[in-house]
């Protein structure tokens, strides 16, 4: 399978590229690529900096790699949701949230996957993402947006 371009990566990607868990075609496609970033993801990295352990002797050596990928994306290529988008995702939220009876502290994933999905859509972009369950639903609530999945091995 070819990724299409261009191609915005959800939280998803760079987990999985942390953690070694792609595919070598996963690997090949993503090389090929110049992808488009979110200032959602960004934030949803860097809130694990905060979120670990300083004592753990591993957390440093993560708090490393994180801002070292987030500093390394180009500005021009990071998508910021304009005042539209946070406003028709609070609305997908609200309606998945009441849908679904989301759990009160599920309800910050789903607005995040939102506002990475209206910036992908917004942009012209398609959303690369291992969480399907999510990026579905958007997908049937907004079908003029675009998501591709993948599973890690």
């Given at each position: 399978?070819l990724?299409?371009?261009?191609i915005?990566?959800?939280?998803t990607?760079y987990i999985?590229?942390?953690?070694g868990k792609?595919?070598?075609?996963?690997k090949?496609?993503?090389?090929?690529?110049?992808?488009?970033?979110?200032?959602?993801t960004?934030?949803?990295?860097?809130y694990l900096?905060?979120?670990?352990?300083p004592a753990?002797?591993?957390?440093?050596?993560v708090?490393?790699?994180?801002?070292?990928?987030?500093?390394?994306w180009?500005?021009?290529?990071v998508l910021?949701?304009?005042?539209a988008?946070?406003r028709?995702?609070?609305?997908?939220?609200?309606?998945l949230?009441?849908?679904?009876?989301?759990?009160?502290?599920d309800?910050?994933?789903?607005?995040?996957?939102?506002l990475?999905?209206?910036?992908?859509?917004?942009?012209?972009?398609?959303?690369?993402?291992?969480?399907?369950?999510d990026?579905?639903?958007?997908?049937?609530?907004?079908p003029?947006?675009?998501?591709?999945?993948?599973?890690?091995?």
């Amino acid at each position: 399978m070819l990724l299409p371009e261009p191609i915005l990566y959800d939280t998803t990607v760079y987990i999985d590229v942390l953690h070694g868990k792609l595919s070598n075609h996963l690997k090949r496609e993503i090389a090929r690529l110049e992808p488009w970033h979110c200032s959602v993801t960004e934030s949803e990295m860097t809130y694990l900096c905060g979120r670990l352990d300083p004592a753990h002797p591993g957390t440093a050596a993560v708090v490393r790699e994180i801002g070292s990928i987030v500093d390394h994306w180009p500005p021009s290529r990071v998508l910021l949701p304009d005042r539209a988008i946070w406003r028709e995702a609070a609305i997908l939220t609200g309606i998945l949230s009441r849908l679904q009876n989301t759990r009160a502290e599920d309800r910050g994933r789903t607005m995040n996957d939102a506002l990475i999905f209206l910036s992908a859509l917004q942009h012209g972009c398609t959303v690369l993402s291992r969480n399907v369950r999510d990026f579905d639903l958007l997908m049937q609530l907004v079908p003029a947006g675009k998501a591709v999945f993948y599973r890690i091995q």
